[in-house]
């Protein structure tokens, strides 16, 4: 049962424009939301998240926008640089009596930004 | 400062072979430890994780088992691989207050011959 889901395997995008990757979840008590970044052979590395009690907030070039009421979220990348390929991870966390929770994730979107 | 370090980098081992993976966290108490596999074209599966010494949690049934000897110290082992066993593995931690989920380690590349 693939809680969270990404269903676009993979992104390509013109350097400059926006790069747009989309995340939904099924499991409504999920309440935080991250987004991380893995570049081949390396560790994901912590990108941006998000309260459920927000519906976007932004960090310089990226934006998370979140959709409770449709269990959507969306990571807004501009402008898109080439150093931004790589694969983007959804992950979301339900926190379980005050203590922090497992991350589920996503099975990632390739980004590719070309020049 | 917090650092993770997870080794060896890649891996070739066997069919029938058994597998210890080592996963050490710095500059922190008592975190949350957890082992992620990266199966190919397949996304982040949880496989095990533990909140202290001795208490561990297995998500999946699964060929591997883990433990945790002391309080940043995280193994995944197996007495004997399988090929579905290969993967991308990856330790990570985490703490109670962090709004940044996980911090992952640089991973172990496990090919199963």
């Known amino acids: 049962d693939q809680q969270v889901k990404q269903n676009s395997p993979s992104l390509s995008v013109q350097e400059g424009r926006i790069s747009i990757l989309n995340c939904d979840y099924t499991?409504?008590?999920?309440?935080?939301f991250l987004w991380y970044k893995k570049y081949p052979a390396e560790g994901p590395t912590f990108l941006i998240s998000?309260?459920?009690?927000?519906d976007k907030n932004e960090d310089g070039r990226f934006t998370v926008f979140l959709n409770k009421s449709a269990k959507h979220l969306s990571l807004h990348i501009v402008p898109s640089q080439p150093g931004d390929s790589a694969v983007y991870f959804c992950?979301?966390?339900?926190?379980?009596?005050?203590?922090?929770?497992?991350?589920?994730f996503g099975t990632g979107t390739r980004l590719q930004v070309t020049l | 400062s917090q650092t993770i370090h997870q080794w060896p980098a890649t891996l070739v081992q066997p069919v029938g072979s058994p597998l210890s993976l080592e996963c050490t966290v710095e500059?922190?108490?008592?975190?949350?430890l957890y082992w992620y596999r990266q199966a190919a074209g397949r996304g982040l599966q949880l496989l095990f994780y533990?909140?202290?010494?001795?208490?561990i949690s297995s998500e999946v049934p699964q060929n591997l088992s883990a433990s945790r000897p002391q309080d940043r110290q995280f193994i995944l082992s197996s007495k004997k691989l399988l090929l579905s066993d290969s993967g991308f593995y990856l330790c990570?931690?985490?703490?109670?207050?962090?709004?940044?989920?996980?911090?992952f380690g640089s991973g172990t590349r496990l090919t199963v011959v």
């Open positions: 990570a931690w985490s703490v109670l207050t962090s709004n940044y989920g996980y911090t």
């Open positions: 499991n409504s008590m999920f309440d935080y």
């Open positions: 998000i309260s459920s009690i927000k």
């Open positions: 992950a979301a966390s339900a926190r379980e009596g005050g203590t922090a929770s497992k991350l589920t």
């Open positions: 500059g922190t108490s008592n975190p949350n």
């Open positions: 533990s909140v202290g010494i001795g208490q």
